[in-house]
């Protein structure tokens, strides 16, 4: 069979102890057998360690964040597409994903395709749009407040027992056993990521993801839960490994149905002893731990690539459980011309060697 | 009491519940039981067959099984009774 050739940018290189998707992502397309790609990677830092790592990317590009604006963003992606065409971008990181979703069509005015949630839908998960989010679509979720001043810390006991969980609308949560400690991580978050805070509820239980990809049609694609079993103190799984819980999947089922969700999605949710199942977060992109799906038997990178490109995709039913992952960290030496190359022209090419 | 279904029991004693991810190390004498727990068999015969092989007060046999199980269910390894 003739395989796919095209050209795939991917963003989400920081392959840190809180690492972005992109190298899973591209190890899921390496991995394809009906996929030949030629990778090119988009990074903010110059030292995101997956434009270094061998056989992953064919040339990096440095592009600048987000925060820049839709229009300076998308014109240095129409920059490099002049050079060097891109038939398709995944962007794997939350904070990007709203431009993409907003320059979408604009990029598929000039060829670049995108398989991503719209709009609407990526709004409406919103941990601050999580109450009526769940009342939409019939799933339990903790009670949430949005924040947008200090002042209203102090009228939190009238609603919320503590503890509670102190969100940051991207980033960042943390528990706070008091109003003191609320405070504290309302000051550090803000700091870091602007206003609103969300409060959650704490729901007592285990945390248990799904990554799944919808085809925007109401149909699951792929699907599979994981149990973290191991977390840094960011929060970030260290070691999951692949359950079997046909309640999970219901659920996930049942969201993509209908929302009719497009893409690549991560659904964090607590079940209780009781075995109920509370929603606490919807990623609108492939998670970091996809690989795990991959090694499962679900190359959900390879299917995204595929449904982007109008390609016939058949719906993963089986996976493996009892598949782990467990992250490590590696000295990786590199040379100091690569980081010239990549500081000084913005560009850096890497042989890939076939297998 | 019944084992839940797929659980996995290795002959090292390893022992894997699918559907929360959890695994956990059984000495030989608790492999012993979950293994007879996996075959259906009921908590009185599984006495006996203790009682046969190791020498212990049946009274004692019961305190240290009725733990066994309380952790059992405690880890969510037992179908709902």
Redesign the interface.
């Known amino acids: 069979m003739e395989k796919l050739k095209i050209t795939i940018a991917v963003t989400g290189l920081n392959n840190t102890d809180n690492p972005g998707p992109g190298v899973p992502v591209i190890r899921g397309i390496r991995d394809s057998e009906v996929i030949e790609a030629r990778i090119i990677g988009l990074a903010y830092e110059n030292l995101e360690p997956g434009v270094y790592m061998p056989g992953l990317i064919n040339k990096t590009y440095m592009i600048p964040y987000p925060s820049t604006g839709t229009e300076a963003y998308v014109e240095r992606i129409e920059e490099i597409h002049q050079k060097d065409p891109i038939d398709l971008i995944i962007p794997n990181l939350d904070a990007e994903l709203y431009t993409f979703m907003k320059a979408s069509s604009k990029l598929s005015e000039i060829g670049i395709k995108t398989f991503l949630p719209s709009l609407e839908q990526f709004e409406e998960r919103h941990k601050a749009n999580l109450d009526s989010f769940g009342i939409k679509y019939d799933v339990k979720v903790p009670k949430s407040k949005t924040l947008t001043g200090q002042y209203e810390i102090e009228k939190l006991s009238d609603d919320f027992e503590y503890p509670v969980l102190v969100k940051g609308k991207f980033y960042d949560a943390y528990i706070a056993y008091n109003p003191e400690q609320v405070t504290t991580h309302f000051n550090k978050i803000s700091a870091k990521w602007g206003i609103p805070i969300i409060i959650q509820e704490f729901i007592k239980g285990t945390e248990v993801n799904v990554v799944a990809l919808g085809d925007g049609m109401g149909s699951t694609i792929a699907a599979v839960p994981m149990r973290k079993q191991f977390i840094t103190d960011k929060g970030k799984a260290w070691s999951g490994i692949t359950i079997s819980d046909t309640e999970l999947l219901g659920i996930t089922n049942g969201l993509i149905e209908k929302t009719k969700w497009r893409g690549a999605m991560e659904i964090e949710m607590i079940k209780t002893n009781a075995g109920e199942y509370y929603l606490i977060e919807i990623n609108p992109r492939i998670p970091a731990w996809v690989y795990l799906a991959v090694g499962a038997g679900q190359n959900i990178p390879e299917t995204l690539v595929k449904l982007a490109m109008g390609k016939s995709v058949t719906p993963y039913k089986m996976y493996q459980t009892g598949k782990m992952f467990i992250r490590y960290s590696w000295d990786l030496l590199g040379d100091i011309q690569e980081f010239e190359q990549l500081s000084i022209y913005g560009e850096l090419e890497k042989q890939i060697i076939s297998t | 009491m019944k084992l839940k279904k797929?659980i996995?029991i290795s002959e090292s004693g390893f022992l894997?519940d699918?559907?929360?991810?959890d695994s956990f190390n059984l000495n030989k004498t608790g492999q012993q039981i979950v293994k007879m727990l996996s075959e259906g068999k009921s908590e009185n015969a599984i006495i006996r067959s203790i009682l046969e092989e190791f020498k212990v007060e049946k009274h004692t046999l019961q305190r240290y099984l009725d733990d066994f199980y309380s952790m059992l269910r405690q880890f969510n390894l037992i179908e709902n009774e």
């Open positions: 797929n996995a894997f699918p559907s929360s991810g």
